[in-house]
T-cell receptor, first 112, second 109 residues
Framework: EPEVTQTPSHQVTQMGQEVILRCVPI?????FYWYRQILGQKVEFLVS????????KSEIFDDQFSVERPDGSNFTLKIRSTKLEDSAMYFC??????????FGPGTRLTVL | KNEVEQSPQNLTAQEGEFITINCSYS?????LHWLQQHPGGGIVSLFM???GKKKHGRLIATINIQEKHSSLHITASHPRDSAVYIC???????????FGTGTSLTVIP
């Protein structure tokens, strides 16, 4: 069964460093998403991406964040100059139009 | 302010019981999702619906657009149903996503 994969499963970084979280969506999916979940809190939407551009972003997704689909398979989330409050689980998801989303297993980001 | 409210926050049931989880929202929506988050953190999409009712195995999801309310029902609950169930809506025109805080379900054998 096709699945969304994410790497790494756990990333530890120092405050101020840049991190790139990677996702491989399901191959025929066209819509891609990033979410985050701070420990003990609800899931929050970050950004959606379609046709090689951002289609929607939340107020959390500020200039510190960027997304890219550098090739035909990967979908990345870059966080520049990480802050302590960026520590969270980051989930990637993908979908086809009009269908439910398939979620990846998440990357736990710890900023020290 | 919470655009999506779920109730109850926590629910404990005996195996075999019929379970209902409620979701109310305050924004206009184009679709509503029910998600299941396992104890290990993984998220699975259970349903996406914009009207009526959907059924998958022992799970049933309903939505009333006029009342801005959705329910997730689990029939013949089982311990493996223990998880957090999350309601999320997509709100036009910008297709912003709003999530509920989740309902933590524990089914006791």
């Amino acid at each position: 069964e096709p699945e969304v994969t994410q790497t790494p499963s756990h990333q530890v970084t120092q405050m101020g460093q840049e991190v790139i979280l990677r996702c491989v969506p399901i191959s025929n999916h066209l819509y891609f998403y990033w979410y985050r979940q701070i420990l003990g809190q609800k899931v929050e939407f970050l950004v959606s991406f379609y046709n090689n551009e951002i289609s929607e972003k939340s107020e959390i997704f500020d200039d510190q964040f960027s997304v890219e689909r550098p090739d035909g398979s990967n979908f990345t989330l870059k966080i520049r100059s990480t802050k302590l409050e960026d520590s969270a689980m980051y989930f990637c998801a993908s979908s086809v139009q009009g269908m439910g989303q398939f979620f990846g297993p998440g990357t736990r980001l710890t900023v020290l | 302010k919470n655009e999506v409210e779920q109730s109850p926050q926590n629910l404990t049931a005996q195996e075999g019981e019929f379970i209902t989880i409620n979701c109310s929202y305050s924004v206009g929506i184009s679709a509503l999702h029910w998600l299941q988050q396992h104890p290990g953190g993984g998220i699975v999409s259970l349903f996406m619906l914009s009207s009526g009712k959907k059924k998958h195995g022992r799970l049933i999801a309903t939505i009333n657009i006029q009342e801005k309310h959705s329910s997730l029902h689990i029939t013949a609950s089982h311990p493996r149903d223990s998880a957090v169930y999350i309601c999320a809506v997509i709100s036009p025109p910008g297709n912003q996503f709003y999530f509920g805080t989740g309902t933590s379900l524990t089914v006791i054998p």
